[in-house]
T-cell receptor, first 110, second 116 residues
Framework: GQNIDQPTEMTATEGAIVQINCTYQTSGFNGLFWYQQHAGEAPTFLSY????GLEEKGRFSSFLSRSKGYSYLLLKELQMKDSASYLC???????????FGAGTRLAVHP | GAVVSQHPSRVICKSGTSVKIECRSL??????MFWYRQFPKQSLMLMAT?????????EQGVEKDKFLINHASLTLSTLTVTSAHPEDSSFYIC????????????FGQGTRLTVV
């Protein structure tokens, strides 16, 4: 079956660093996405990993280990506006299934 | 990034009626579109995947006769919720991607459906 696990909630302090983990078990793998979603809005793209390693993009970095079925999203220099849900999603079954994890609600406080 | 337009953004309908939601890719050809529903404080649940010109592939537990999906062109897919019930009230989101291996999936703005 398909399974994508993320922590439900996390809290962090403004200016700090936070790491959001995602583990997956899917039938086939064609890449992993991270999306940010604010309440009542559609998700917005943050990153895509298909090969092992770290992808850095400004304050956000994403890491993938295919052998471990594991990814993390790293957010640096946290800002209040980073308070949102972060969704891990996997392309499986070719490119015809984009499956989402339950999402991690991140609260950034002063 | 590319633009996906979803319409309407909000709709209220009476029980027993049908509602159509449109999803358009404005500046690219979407060979694949995904339809999701999302309940409050929950993640996106994939309902179905549609490829242009072919029948949609529905996820287990999703009634294909209730949630009609049409992907008649490379820029338009529609989801029709038939005989709507209050429990169908949810946030429906479409996502579109171009073909040819990996490409990012772009999301529409979502449709808040309330059935009264």
């Amino acid at each position: 079956g398909q399974n994508i696990d993320q922590p439900t909630e996390m809290t962090a302090t403004e200016g700090a660093i936070v790491q959001i983990n995602c583990t997956y078990q899917t039938s086939g793998f064609n890449g992993l996405f991270w999306y940010q979603q604010h309440a009542g809005e559609a998700p917005t793209f943050l990153s895509y990993n298909v090969l092992d390693g770290l992808e850095e993009k400004g304050r956000f970095s994403s890491f993938l280990s295919r052998s471990k079925g594991y990814s993390y999203l790293l957010l640096k220099e946290l800002q209040m506006k980073d308070s949102a849900s972060y969704l891990c999603a996997v392309f499986s079954g070719g490119y015809n299934k984009l499956i989402f994890g339950a999402g991690t609600r991140l609260a950034v406080h002063p | 990034g590319a633009v996906v337009s979803q319409h309407p953004s909000r709709v209220i309908c009476k029980s027993g009626t049908s509602v159509k939601i449109e999803c358009r890719s404005l500046d690219f050809q979407a060979t694949t579109m995904f339809w999701y529903r999302q309940f409050p404080k929950q993640s996106l649940m994939l309902m179905a995947t549609s490829n242009e010109g072919s029948k949609a592939t529905y996820e287990q537990g999703v009634e294909k006769d209730k949630f009609l999906i049409n992907h008649a062109s490379l820029t338009l897919s529609t989801l029709t919720v038939t005989s709507a019930h209050p429990e169908d009230s949810s946030f429906y989101i479409c996502s579109a991607r171009a073909g040819g291996g990996y490409t990012e999936a772009f999301f529409g703005q979502g449709t808040r459906l309330t059935v009264v």
